[in-house]
Structures are given as structure tokens and as C-alpha cells.
């Protein structure tokens, strides 16, 4: 069965420095990635998603994620935070049937 | 503008009183599901729905209700609240491919006392 993890549940970091959101995932198949994010009081929202082809994602916002395979993993990066990416990031992972697992979220509090 | 809508935004009320929870989308998907969202539990489904009347639990079904009579409606209905369903809920909805992302809605905060 699939399942995601994501290891901080909290990071937080200085404005205008570099992050890296983490996310493992486990499935005994081929798997459909996504990264969600939800400013405060808003709804979920696609930051981006890995489908097939390079293992390197951009996103919006100037985020990029990278799959893994053999480490299963699909980490978010960010090489510079500014004030407005504080907001709560949400792995998931499709094996591409109608179920979708989401991780438990990690919140980014970015520091001036 | 393509859209989940959902309604009420906010709720408070009393144990054991029904209430319905709406939620519309105009993007003629197929897919619909309800989440709620909980500190330190992330999102958990409740329901989901593949199609017009078709129907299945998530992973936290109890004391909730759905029906899907229109491909655009997915109300969630709990019957008899208790404290313990006080959250954040989520509708949300796709195309029917397990690698379309979701479209969210605004979130639904209900409070039960």
C-alpha cells in the first residue's frame, strides 16, 4: 500500500536563504507525485507534479522538486524564501487509480 | 473562473443537530472527494466519488453521509454531529485519472459543541 511521509513537521528559515522540504514515499509501483501548497485560510493548492519524463520539476512560485527513485523520495526545494512562501506544504502521491494519499504537512515559517 | 465551491465557509453549532455541507464545481469533473483536515494529521478522506451515483468510503467515513445525484454536487451531510468532527473540511474534485491534480475548495470550519 502507498503512503507518504514527510519528515518535518515544521522548518523554519531565514528569509531570502535556501529550503528543503522532504518527502518520502512508499508503493510497489510506478507512482504520480505531487506537491500541494495552503496559505493560511485558503484551500489546497498544486505547487507541481511529476508525472514521467525528467526527474527535475519546476513549479510555480520559483519552487523545483526532484524524484528520487531509488531513494524514493521527492523533495521540495527553494533556492531563496521571501516572507509570502509561509504557508503549510503537502506531499502526495497517486499510483494513478482514483486514491490519492496525502502526507501530514510541513510548515514553512520563514524568519526576517 | 474554474472553481470548488463550498458552503457554509464557517458553522457552529449543537451535537445531534443535521447539517449539510455543499459543495460545487463547474469544470464538468468526474472525480469528487471530501477531506477534513486535522492538526498533526494532515488530510484524511472521508468519501469520494468516481462518477453521478457512484459512491465509496475513504478512510474516515464514520458518521458522515454524501450523495451525488448531479455530476457538479458533492454535499457531505453528517447526520448526528459530535464534538469529535469538529475540523476543517475539504471538497475537492479532478478528471477521473489518478494523475490529475485536485482543485480545491475554500475550506469549510465547523465547530460542534
Known amino acids: 500500500a502507498q503512503s507518504v511521509t514527510q519528515l518535518d513537521s515544521q522548518v523554519p528559515v531565514f528569509e531570502e536563504a535556501p529550503v528543503e522540504l522532504r518527502c518520502n514515499y512508499s508503493?510497489?509501483?510506478?507512482?504520480?507525485l505531487f506537491w500541494y501548497v495552503q496559505y493560511p485560510n485558503q484551500g489546497l493548492q498544486l505547487l507541481l507534479k511529476y508525472l514521467s519524463g525528467s526527474t527535475l520539476v519546476k513549479g510555480i512560485n520559483g519552487f523545483e522538486a526532484e524524484f528520487n527513485k531509488s531513494q524514493t523520495s521527492f523533495h521540495l526545494r527553494k533556492p531563496s524564501v521571501h516572507i509570502s512562501d509561509t504557508a503549510e506544504y503537502f506531499c502526495a502521491v497517486s499510483e494513478g487509480d482514483d486514491k490519492i494519499i496525502f502526507g501530514k504537512g510541513t510548515r514553512l515559517h520563514i524568519l526576517p | 473562473e474554474a472553481q470548488v465551491t463550498q458552503n457554509p465557509r464557517y458553522l457552529i453549532t449543537v451535537t445531534g443537530k443535521k447539517l449539510t455541507v455543499t459543495c460545487s464545481q463547474n469544470?464538468?469533473?468526474?472525480?469528487m472527494s471530501w477531506y477534513r483536515q486535522d492538526p498533526g494529521l494532515g488530510l484524511r478522506q472521508i468519501y469520494y466519488?468516481?462518477?453521478?451515483?457512484?459512491?465509496d468510503k475513504g478512510d474516515v467515513p464514520e458518521g458522515y453521509k454524501v450523495s451525488r445525484k448531479e455530476k457538479r454536487n458533492f454535499p457531505l451531510i453528517l447526520e448526528s454531529p459530535s464534538p469529535n468532527q469538529t475540523s476543517l473540511y475539504f471538497c475537492?474534485?479532478?478528471?477521473?485519472?489518478?494523475?490529475?491534480?485536485?482543485?480545491f475548495g475554500d475550506g469549510t470550519r465547523l465547530s460542534i459543541l
Open positions: 469544470m464538468n469533473h468526474e472525480y
Open positions: 508503493s510497489s509501483v510506478s507512482v504520480y
Open positions: 466519488s468516481m462518477n453521478v451515483e457512484v459512491t
Open positions: 475537492a474534485s479532478s478528471f477521473r485519472q489518478g494523475h490529475q491534480p485536485q482543485h
